[in-house]
């Protein structure tokens, strides 16, 4: 069994930044593919970033590429993203997901069978 906690959501003004954590608990983090998804009101979730076991290799969704940076710190069971250069249309509920396996496909939530309770992010214009 695995928890996911998020934190580090909140409301800043287009071009800012956030960083969002996400901490893990239970099963030996090492061995999860993470990820983050998020949601706008009325949208479906989509891919945002993830990375594997290693933390060696990420994977971004073209429209975050070159703003958001996903890490992880293994000895804290904790991921970071930070996002850069915030846009308003980056609004969203930002969602930790985490895996056992590594993922055929990683931008699709289907392959992740934990999640966290999601952190809302807000940017104004």
């Known amino acids: 069994q695995v928890q996911l906690v998020e934190s580090g959501g909140g409301l800043v003004q287009a071009g800012g930044s956030l960083r969002l954590s996400c901490t893990a608990s239970g099963r030996a983090f090492s061995t999860y593919a993470m990820a983050w998804f998020r949601q706008a009101p009325g949208k479906e979730r989509e891919f945002v970033a993830a990375?594997?076991?290693?933390?060696?290799?990420?994977y971004y969704s073209d429209s975050v590429k070159g703003r958001f940076t996903m890490s992880k710190d293994s000895p804290k069971n904790t991921v970071y993203l930070q996002m850069n250069s915030l846009k308003p249309e980056d609004t969203a509920v930002y969602y930790c997901?985490?895996?056992?396996?590594?993922?055929?496909?990683?931008?699709?939530?289907?392959?992740?069978?934990?999640w966290g309770q999601g952190t809302q992010v807000t940017v104004s214009s």
């Open positions: 997901a985490a895996d056992f396996a590594i993922p055929s496909n990683w931008p699709d939530p289907r392959e992740y069978g934990y």
């Open positions: 990375i594997d076991w290693t933390g060696a290799h990420t």
